[in-house]
């Protein structure tokens, strides 16, 4: 194992104490508050608020970068008292946030679906999302300019942090101030989701066992901006989970299949409840446990189906290169304590995922994911080298289609083919498309530097480049920020 004091920052040129935290690896925390900020507007001549409040920000708290989390994982590991284990920060810009700071257009993240935002047509489309206004309020109206990341496992400290960054004084910067709180489901030792699945099994890891960078993932990941400067996209959506229609569902289906709940819940995932795999190894009565699974043993998807949530979000062997469009998932459940599985046990208040996850391009990475395999009910196909297409249905989790071909086909106890639309049981409730750019970028963001003053001439867009600005205005009155907490 490397010593974090003889550790390089620097891995093939690429700079580690500049990127930020959470990216090349999971904040390791049980707490999460998603604080999403909007700045008053600059008045003609005066300096940007925003840029004074970064300043602030960097003077109060600063950026955890993965440089740090590296080195304090091994302080932990080795259990040196250098270890911290304290709060994990990091900050990310949507494209309303590069207007605001006035940054260069050659330095503007070029993704399509980050340039034109969440709420645009272009992105609402392509994803068949819900319209904006069917989703919550606070992601209906102002953009959101910044979105702030603070993880640690004391909500107390999570508190102080969040009222000292954006409470109180920080009203004379803030316009609008939105907080989400995610909060691990973990139950011995283990992460859960609300409805019930293990989850935290497989994520694409950037370090190995000695905790050496694997250089060849870091272009899924990472996008540079800048000379030496490296940063990541980041999708925000909060899906709320409709448990007692999931379970309602799974009930129905387990009838119909003449197989157990938990049987019938395997089929949905592709993994039991308690996360197994449900491909067996040859010759064995037990599964292949966790990852990594290779569907290749299944070609006909006689085991675990074409349609099971892991296998359209992640085909592996069954499309050509499916690896250029893996996602690094970061999401966390929001909402009530986890309940098991229990068909009784539905919480009463509103529960979901605060689905987040890094990419090099959000276009090739989630939106396919989302777009092409989530919501299509013909993929993955099982024969690339064919290119023969045929019915799977959409995802029974994530899936959103506009069509009424979604139905999937699952298999009854005789492996017999039995038709069956789930649906719906989860709808996205807002989000937005956000870029976390390198640490030494954010920092010229202050008072003094190109984020202080509002630029001469007004900026034109081209009618595609404004796709998301439907409905941009900047509030003229100072309001009290709005904190939410779950
Ligand atoms: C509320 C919605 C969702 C729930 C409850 C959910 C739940 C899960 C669970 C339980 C797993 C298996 C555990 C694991 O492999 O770590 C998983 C895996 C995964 N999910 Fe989701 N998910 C949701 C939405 C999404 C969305 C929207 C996407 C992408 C657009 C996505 C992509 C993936 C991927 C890529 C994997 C890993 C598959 C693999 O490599 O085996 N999920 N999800």
Redesign the pocket.
Known sequence: MAHPQSMPSYWRGIPLDGIQAGILKPHGRTCLRCAFLSFHPHKPGSPSPGSHWLTSFFKLAGITSADKQIRDTLYRKEGSDRYDGGPVISLHLSRWGYEYFHIPENTLPADPFFLAGMKSDFSIEALSDPRPDRWEKAFQTDPIHVLVLLADDDPDNLDALQQSLFEGENDRYISHLHIEAGQKLVRNGNQ????G????????KFFDSDNHIIPDRLPLVLRQNGLNRYGSYL?F?K???NVAGFKAHLDALAGKLGLSYEQTAAQV???SLN?ASILRKPGSSTGLK??P?DFQEDPKGLVCPFHA???K??P?DAVHQSDPH??I?R?IPYGSEYRDHYISNIPEQEV??L?M?YQSSINDQ?AY??KN??NSPHAPYAHASKKEYFHVGI?P??GQSRGDDGEQNWLDAGRKRVPYLFSD??NLKGGEYFFAPSIAFLRELGPGNRGDHPPKKPRSYSPRRSAGRRGYTHRTRRRRGRRKTR
């Open positions: 859960y989701e609300h409805f699945y293990r989850d935290g099994i497989s994520s694409l999708v959506r899906l709320r989970q995932m592709g993994r996360g966790y990852a699974i949530h892991i296998r979000s992640n592996r893996q996602i998932r999401g979901g995922l689905f996850c989630f994911i989302q395999w989530l995802d989790i994530a049981v989860v």
